[in-house]
T-cell receptor, first 113, second 117 residues
Framework: EADIYQTPRYLVIGTGKKITLECSQT?????MYWYQQDPGMELHLIHY???????EKGDLSSESTVSRIRTEHFPLTLESARPSHTSQYLC????????????FGPGTRLTVT | AQKVTQAQTEISVVEKEDVTLDCVYE???????LFWYKQPPSGELVFLIR??????QNEISGRYSWNFQKSTSSFNFTITASQVVDSAVYFC??????????????FGQGTRLTINP
């Protein structure tokens, strides 16, 4: 059973606010990922990290930023939220020995008004 | 570029029917991994199965079975004797290698499966 947590689960916020979506895992996984899921269901990778102090952009361009200062923590920040950022954000982690399956958190559903 | 296609956007069946979800993929890699995930209404993604490109054996787990055919680049998922609890969105995904062992997932569009009582 995977232990990966995301907070908040739901967030409604006004345009222009700065927000940070939290993601933590207690499995010691070195790889972590952020996916964005639009209302049409498709999931796209926006950021990933292969270890502490590494961050990489995914296939979908995003105005968000991430950091990886600790193995267990991979927060995502939006400096100025816009309605186009309204989406579900899913965090995942994996390790090299786990044969590549990624374990997902419960997601954060963000609405920007 | 990697691509995954799930042509069935929505499927609706009556309980106890068998149902197959199709997945077709494109990749130039010789080593890759394929996955199926389930997303219930609560929103989290639940891992169902992983298959590597060198293992074409079909797999059965209870009422679930998977048919991997490299010749047609397909990785189909069948639920036998479906139940209402199987209602969810199902995603097929393909791994794309990244640096230092990171495996970026490319997802299909998802299939929304509804099992009616």
């Amino acid at each position: 059973e995977a232990d990966i947590y995301q907070t908040p689960r739901y967030l409604v916020i006004g345009t222009g606010k700065k927000i940070t979506l939290e993601c933590s895992q207690t499995m010691g996984h070195d790889k972590m990922y952020w996916y964005q899921q639009d209302p049409g269901m498709e999931l796209h990778l926006i950021h990933y990290s292969y270890g502490v102090n590494s961050t990489e952009k995914g296939d979908l361009s995003s105005e968000s930023t991430v950091s990886r200062i600790r193995t267990e923590h991979f927060p995502l920040t939006l400096e100025s939220a816009r309605p186009s950022h309204t989406s579900q954000y899913l965090c995942a982690s994996s390790d090299l020995l786990g044969q590549h399956e990624q374990y997902f958190g419960p997601g954060t559903r963000l609405t920007v008004t | 570029a990697q691509k995954v296609t799930q042509a069935q956007t929505e499927i609706s069946v009556v309980e106890k029917e068998d149902v197959t979800l199709d997945c077709v993929y494109e990749t130039r890699d010789t080593t890759y991994y394929l996955f199926w995930y389930k997303q219930p209404p609560s929103g989290e993604l639940v891992f169902l199965i992983r298959r590597n490109s060198f293992d074409e054996q079909n797999e059965i787990s209870g009422r679930y079975s998977w048919n991997f055919q490299k010749s047609t680049s397909s990785f189909n998922f069948t639920i036998t004797a479906s139940q209402v609890v199987d209602s969810a969105v199902y995603f097929c995904a393909l791994s794309e290698p990244g640096p230092w062992g990171a495996q970026k997932l490319v997802f299909g569009q998802g299939t929304r499966l509804t099992i009616n009582p």
